[in-house]
Structure formats: structure tokens, C-alpha cells
């Protein structure tokens, strides 16, 4: 579909690259020439991805440590990656999610999730974009936000406010900062089925018909989202600023993927808060 070296010359860092999505997009971007940092809280998990994206693509992948819900980590972990070289494009993919009815959120557990999903992705984006602009380096921000951006999404309000402040964040920098060399782009997909995720979302009781709902009638293929997230981190789209490209098959326009939900009987979320205190 691309140019082999699509991505030649490119030093990217992948929030979250360990596993399910943000592992899909690194290993495309080496597939495309580019170098690629992973970077999470599971150093082991990111080792393991790493050897494996070295020795079926032969590619640079190192990994980073970090917890980026702690600023001043992030600021020590883009330290050491500058000092090798600028990064060119981060990718905020990182977050947390799972559903809940609101009212019995505590405290804590909104927090757990604002603080990857937002103040990570704040902080990573304002780590890069100060060296950048310190060093009048071009870059590129990409972040994997939500259609709860557009519709809203019931029983799971904290990730939907957290994707519509990074949406926010998006549209406002890409005015501030593109004078200066640097876009701003998002992708908000549908349902590009993971481990985690599902977990999370989509526990036993939820409507197994859920897919075939999607006016295409499937879910997406991490393939879809990686071949999308390496045309938009490109000199290719160097004119496409501030945008958030939706990848869901049309499955906004007919529901917010939540009204299922409503339905739940008191029994069935109780067995759910079980299930989340156990875990």
C-alpha cells in the first residue's frame, strides 16, 4: 500500500507500544523505515516486543520505562531519548478505561483513568513539543482518541472526557504550534478488538451481536488503524493539521456503543464491581 521507506528518517515514540494497538502501529512503522521507541510501565512486556519486532522485521526498536502519569518522569525519559537523537512523531496511545455506572465511580478510580488518558498524553505532548520548538525540530503529534469524542459514551464518562480534552488539546495546538513546524492529528477508532480491552469493555453479559450492528457488519483489523496511523505521521499529510480521522465503519451514526447498557439489571453491574475489585 506504501512506499517502503514511507517512513525512513523517523524516530517515533509510541505510548503503550507493548501491547494491542500501539503495538500494531510500532511494528508497522518499522515495516516503513522508521526507528521506534516503545515506552510503558511493564518493562518485561515491552523487552519481549521489542525482540520480537527486531528479529521478524530487523529494524531499531528500543524500549523506555516510564510511567507517564508522573510528569517528571516524563520529563527524565525525553532526556534520554534527546540525547541520543529528537524524536520526529509521538504517538499518545496510552490509556485506561472500563466501564462503571458513574454514580459509584469513587474518586480513585476516575483518577486511574484521567491520568493515563489525559495528563499522560498532556505531558508527553508538552515534553515534545518544548524541545521541538527549543530546537526549531518539525514534529509530529498523533493521538488515538475515541467516537465518544462525537456521540458521548454512558458507562464510561471519565474516557470520554478525558478523548474530548485531548481532542481539545489537538485542535488548539495545531493553531499555536503549526507556525512553528508542528501538527497535531488524531484518530478516533471503533472497534479494533484487544486482550485489555475487551476485558474491560465488553465483559460476559454484554450483547455478543455487538459487531454485526456496524453498518459493515465487522469490527476493524489492527491493520486498518496501523496503514492509517503511518499515512497520517508522514510527510504525506503534511497539510492535514488539527484533524481527528474516524475509523469505525460508520458505527457512530447509529449508536454511541453504550445503549446496551441500559438495559443492565442492578444484579448484573454488582457482578461487574465484583469482578473490577477482584481484578
Same mark, same amino acid.
Given at each position: ?21 500501539? %503495538? ?5 512503522? #518499522? ?7 516503545? $515506552? ?14 527486531? +528479529? ?9 520505562? $516510564? ?35 458513574? &454514580? ?7 483518577? %486511574?483513568?484521567? +491520568?493515563?488518558?489525559?495528563?499522560? +498524553?498532556?505531558? $508527553? ?31 464510561? #464518562? ?26 497535531? #492529528? ?83 453491574? &454488582?457482578?461487574?464491581?465484583? +469482578?473490577?475489585?477482584?481484578?
Amino acid at each position: 500500500m506504501f512506499e517502503k521507506g514511507l517512513l525512513k528518517g523517523k524516530r517515533i515514540l509510541v505510548t503503550g507500544g507493548g501491547s494491542g494497538l500501539g %503495538a500494531a502501529m510500532g511494528r508497522r512503522f #518499522v515495516e516503513l523505515g522508521a526507528e521506534l521507541i516503545i $515506552c510503558g510501565r511493564r518493562l518485561e512486556l515491552l523487552e519481549q516486543t521489542a525482540a520480537l519486532m527486531r +528479529a521478524d522485521l530487523g529494524g531499531k526498536v528500543s524500549v523506555a520505562r $516510564c510511567d507517564i502519569r508522573d510528569g517528571a518522569a516524563v520529563d527524565v525519559m525525553m532526556d534520554a531519548l534527546w540525547r541520543e537523537a529528537p524524536l520526529d512523531v509521538l504517538v499518545n496511545n496510552a490509556a485506561a478505561t472500563f466501564i462503571a455506572q458513574t &454514580e459509584h465511580l469513587s474518586f480513585r478510580a476516575a483518577d %486511574a483513568i484521567l +491520568a493515563p488518558t489525559l495528563h499522560g +498524553a498532556m505531558y $508527553c505532548t508538552l515534553a515534545a513539543g518544548k524541545r521541538w520548538i527549543e530546537t526549531a525540530h518539525k514534529g509530529v503529534v498523533l493521538s488515538i482518541l475515541s467516537t465518544s469524542t462525537i456521540t458521548g459514551r454512558a458507562f464510561t #464518562v471519565p474516557s470520554a472526557m478525558a478523548k474530548s480534552a485531548v481532542l481539545a488539546m489537538t485542535k488548539s495546538l495545531a493553531v499555536e504550534w503549526g507556525p512553528k513546524g508542528i501538527r497535531t #492529528v488524531a484518530i478516533a477508532p471503533g472497534a479494533f478488538p484487544t486482550p485489555g480491552a475487551s476485558g474491560q469493555l465488553r465483559p460476559e453479559g454484554r450483547d455478543e451481536g455487538w459487531a454485526s450492528k456496524n453498518p459493515l457488519g465487522r469490527v476493524g483489523e489492527h491493520g486498518e488503524l496501523a496503514d492509517l496511523a503511518s499515512f497520517l505521521i508522514s510527510d504525506r499529510a503534511g497539510y492535514i493539521n488539527g484533524e481527528m480521522v474516524v475509523l469505525d465503519g460508520g458505527s457512530h451514526l447509529r449508536s454511541s456503543g453504550a445503549e446496551d447498557l441500559l438495559q443492565w439489571t442492578d444484579a448484573q453491574w &454488582e457482578k461487574q464491581r465484583a +469482578a473490577r475489585s477482584k481484578g
